[in-house]
T-cell receptor, first 113, second 114 residues
Framework: SQTIHQWPATLVQPVGSPLSLECTVE??????LYWYRQAAGRGLQLLFY??????ISSEVPQNLSASRPQDRQFILSSKKLLLSDSGFYLC????????????FGQGTRLTVV | AQSVTQLDSQVPVFEEAPVELRCNYS??????LFWYVQYPNQGLQLLLK??????LVKGINGFEAEFNKSQTSFHLRKPSVHISDTAEYFC????????????FGTGTRLQVFP
């Protein structure tokens, strides 16, 4: 069966520090991968999605970047965190189109101080 | 571009009462529609989805939703809620021509009281 792992679960980082959140999927190949951010009162905002290795689509211009170095690995990064980067970050995958079903990780609670 | 509106940020209800969580969408093209549930500090889980066919869709945990094309709505209902239904509920939409993206609403917090 397929599983999705996302870590760390919580993270407190100072302003200006770098960020690296990792997400891996097991039990499937060539999944579509997604990073969402959930901020209070704003629902889930799609940040990046990837339909294959090295293919990244950015939805919102911001302080973050994403990379997909391996088929089932999706990394969210920042060189210098801002206070506004605080939020709950969710990784998700789907077997191709999202009209099938998207499976979400447990999320990472990031607090920038 | 698609957008989703969930008008109610919070819905308080007593146990065993019926509930309706409202969702309206905006799109110039045909869409697929979804409801996801998020329990505290967890990821999201699919409740149900509408792709085609019958406009009344049944999902897990006794939830159902009805697609109304003329009103561009996809409201979620349950005839009798339980304490364990307390969670955040998200409506989402994807474009039938480009299903690589899922656009979510801002969520509705369902709070069930004993």
């Amino acid at each position: 069966s397929q599983t999705i792992h996302q870590w760390p679960a919580t993270l407190v980082q100072p302003v200006g520090s770098p960020l690296s959140l990792e997400c891996t999927v097991e039990g499937t190949s060539n999944p579509n991968l997604y990073w969402y951010r959930q901020a209070a009162g704003r629902g889930l905002q799609l940040l990046f999605y990837s339909v294959g290795i090295g293919q990244i689509s950015s939805e919102v211009p911001q302080n973050l970047s994403a990379s997909r170095p391996q088929d089932r690995q999706f990394i969210l990064s920042s060189k210098k965190l801002l206070l506004s980067d605080s939020g709950f970050y969710l990784c998700a995958w789907s077997e191709g189109p999202m009209n099938t079903e998207a499976f979400f990780g447990q999320g990472t609670r990031l607090t920038v101080v | 571009a698609q957008s989703v509106t969930q008008l109610d940020s919070q819905v308080p209800v007593f146990e065993e009462a019926p509930v309706e969580l409202r969702c309206n969408y905006s799109s110039s093209v045909s869409v697929y529609l979804f409801w996801y549930v998020q329990y505290p500090n967890q990821g999201l889980q699919l409740l149900l989805k509408y792709l085609s066919g019958s406009t009344l869709v049944k999902g897990i945990n006794g939830f159902e939703a009805e697609f109304n094309k003329s009103q561009t709505s996809f409201h979620l209902r349950k005839p009798s809620v339980h304490i364990s239904d307390t969670a955040e509920y998200f409506c989402a939409v994807s474009d039938r021509r480009n299903t690589d993206k899922l656009i979510f609403g801002t969520g509705t917090r369902l709070q069930v009281f004993p």
